[in-house]
């Protein structure tokens, strides 16, 4: 199937590693132009370099997406490099978890700031581009735990639900200009963020991390993570054309977890 994505600009936050790397390099694979933001340099380069070693033009920016600021910055550097901004793969995260009782305020904020307020940002910020082409493909990267509650996971369960309403809500106000917006809802995918999420979760349960992975594993019918590059299939699939009938859609990905009709 041809996917109809060579020479497409794509603008990936949270592009250096995880789904976003593994995305930016599925894309490149299709001949996409790449622009990748992140924070940290030596990531950002690494992936630049895989990409451009498939044979892509490349560009990265370093930009910490939790503050209000750099979004503008990010896609103003994609234009100047490459004149335009075909898709916009929102994938910075994640959020940190635990019990209730033991989330501060900040943690809250930290997960909103970067998971909702964050996307948000990049939205907005791509938007005139997009809607002077007549044309543009997004995909915000969410969780399963936006419609999947999780006890332990709250925060970002509730930032991955309000950016889950915000891609719906948002996509019949910008149809009409060419621009459709989808979200994937992931389940485990085997990342850094993956790593950490685990570690955190697994403290004060007196157990050890593997351990505890096993146990909350058995929450997946399919009993395992996912790699990165499965979430990216479906990722590239949905900022590709051969999704031309979609908007305003959450596709679940997720071994099975989820078990809700719609
Ligand atoms: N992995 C899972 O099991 C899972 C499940 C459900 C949902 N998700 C969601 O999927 C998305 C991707 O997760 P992942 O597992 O691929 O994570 P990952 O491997 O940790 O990658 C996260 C990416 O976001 C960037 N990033 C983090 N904080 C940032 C910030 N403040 N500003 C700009 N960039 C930032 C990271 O680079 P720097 O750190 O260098 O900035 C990296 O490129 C996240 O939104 C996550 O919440 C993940």
Not at 137 to 144: A, D, K, L
Not at 247 to 254: A, E
């Amino acid at each position: 199937m041809d996917l109809m994505l060579k020479d497409k600009v794509a603008l990936l936050a949270g592009g250096s590693k995880g789904m976003g790397a593994a995305t930016a390099k599925l894309l490149a694979e299709e001949g996409a132009k790449i622009f990748l933001a992140a924070r940290g340099r030596e990531a950002l380069d690494a992936t630049a370099a895989a990409c451009r070693d498939i044979g892509v033009e490349v560009g990265t920016i370093s930009a910490d997406l939790s503050t209000p600021g750099p979004a503008e910055d990010v896609a103003k550097a994609a234009v100047e490099k490459f004149g335009r901004i075909d898709i916009l793969i929102n994938s910075a995260g994640g959020a940190r978890g635990g019990p209730f009782e033991d989330l501060s305020d900040e943690l809250w904020a930290d997960a909103f700031n970067l998971k909702f307020f964050g996307a948000m940002r990049m939205v907005r910020a791509v938007l005139p581009t997009m809607r002077k082409q007549k044309y543009g493909r997004i995909v915000n990267v969410t969780g399963n735990t936006g419609r999947q509650p999780h006890p332990g996971l709250l925060p970002g369960g509730c930032a991955n639900a309000a950016l889950l309403s915000f891609t719906k809500g948002l996509s019949e106000a910008v149809v009409k200009d060419g621009i459709v917006i989808n979200a994937l809802q992931p389940g485990p995918a085997r990342t850094e963020h993956w790593e950490v999420l685990m570690t955190n979760l697994s403290q004060g349960t007196g157990m050890d991390v593997a351990t505890f992975e096993k146990g909350f594993l058995k929450l997946i019918p399919m009993g395992r993570t996912a790699e990165a590059g499965e979430m990216a299939r479906m990722i590239t699939f949905l900022a590709s054309d051969a999704a031309s009938y979609m908007t305003g859609r959450s596709v679940v990905v997720d071994g099975g977890w989820n078990k809700e009709m719609a």
